[in-house]
């Protein structure tokens, strides 16, 4: 009976298949996947993350020095966050421990700096590398204060999420964050160059199939490896051509998370593109959203609320535009409602725009927070009572419909406001031009009346 390979919890340790390997005693020439074979052995063979590890990259500036400080890695999935912390460790002499933050608890955490600390007493460093740090909760983030501020370990946390949002201020005060890009073409290209030479021949894909491969890694070069190895290891034939490399492997889905920060970074891209009036971005970057499966219902409110803060009276057709772009939606469904919603986003960066209401607005919040509780001033309040007629409610008032031009000119600030604000400052542009000239010509009758009274 063969020997069961065991996990010690305490180690709290996910096995890569490389860990597994070593750790029961096979040698290189094991089945190994091709991701794992082409794992980089120094950091001069990590791709793609040239702004940290080399000239006067962050990282290649600590390794210049001789020091290494705690890190977080924040960056998609596949971009060689574990592989630069291995390397760190195994650059700076220092033992490497691995937590993941999905399997481990306070009690695996004690035990490591347990370790940790009793490393440091015989002349020993620790590198603590935390794989999803973001899943600790606020508490067991805490935990690592102490032995972070005292080096017992150097800290390097991954996470895909964005740190500002998902770590504690004090834990990123004592870590410097590390932002590692997605794999572009060239250095996903390179990674393809390194399996043909590990295959010691070429990928049997056309030059369009190779760049099909690159677009459903999606940045990804773990993933990468992954398909090219599934490429390699097809019946042997003619070099495949897009189509046939879409029927071989199963497309990956777009890296998206709903409540995550991909989600938010999407919806952020989407709304600029509105607003800087290109429908053609603005449609890409809602076909990536829907295609990632977002809820069109809550694009349908989004674009309702551009409809208001950036195109307001420029085009008041905008906002019915949106709303019945949810409506038609609701009444279709998916994938025919779609097609409503892609018209209201084409309509909305189509129109000129204009933020003057969403501005007025804020200004008359402020102006009414800043001004307590003035009083209207008493010709245009009402007076149903001798009482109120005596104290001059409603006295003077004059009906506007029968002024000339329809404007009478009288005042309706408070009377303790010497100052007459200007909240709402309409554009030039759309139909907004024309309602400037309209409050041009009643704010100058306004005016005059003040000034001659």
Known sequence: MKPVLRVRREDAYVLTMSNLFEAAGMDDGAPRPLADRLRPKTLDEVVGQDHLLTGKGPI??????????????????????????????????????????????????KKV?????????????TLLFVDEIHRFNRAQQDGFLPVVEEGVVTLVGATTENPSFELNAALLSRSQVMVLKRLDEAALNLLLDRAEAEYGKPLPVTDEGRATLAALADGDGRYLLNLAEEVFESPPGHNLEPGEIAELLQKRAPAYDKDRDEHYNLISALHKSIRGSDPDAALYWLARMLGAGEDPLYLARRLVRMANEDIGLADPTAIHAALAA?????????????????????????????????????????????????????????????????????????YDHDAAGGISGQDYFPDEMRDRPVLYSPTDRGREAAIAERLAHWRGIRSKRRGGQ
């Open 60 to 109: 290649a500036r600590m390794r210049a020095q001789g020091r290494l400080a705690s890190m977080i890695l924040w960056g998609p999935p596949g971009v060689g966050k574990t592989t630069i912390a291995r390397l760190l460790a195994q650059d700076s002499g220092l033992e490497f421990e691995r937590l993941s933050a999905v399997f481990s608890g306070v009690a695996d955490l």
């Open 113 to 125: 700096f347990e370790r940790a600390r009793a490393r440091r007493q015989s002349g020993r460093g």
């Open 326 to 398: 949810k409506d038609v939606y609701d009444f279709l469904g998916s994938p025919e409602g779609e097609l409503a919603l892609a018209q209201a986003v084409v309509h909305l960066a189509a129109a000129p725009k204009s933020n003057a209401v969403y501005t007025a607005w804020k200004g008359a919040m402020r102006l009414a927070r800043e001004t307590g509780s003035l009083m209207p001033p008493k010709h245009i309040l009402n007076a149903p009572t001798k009482l109120m007629k005596s104290e001059g409610y409603g006295s003077g008032y004059e």
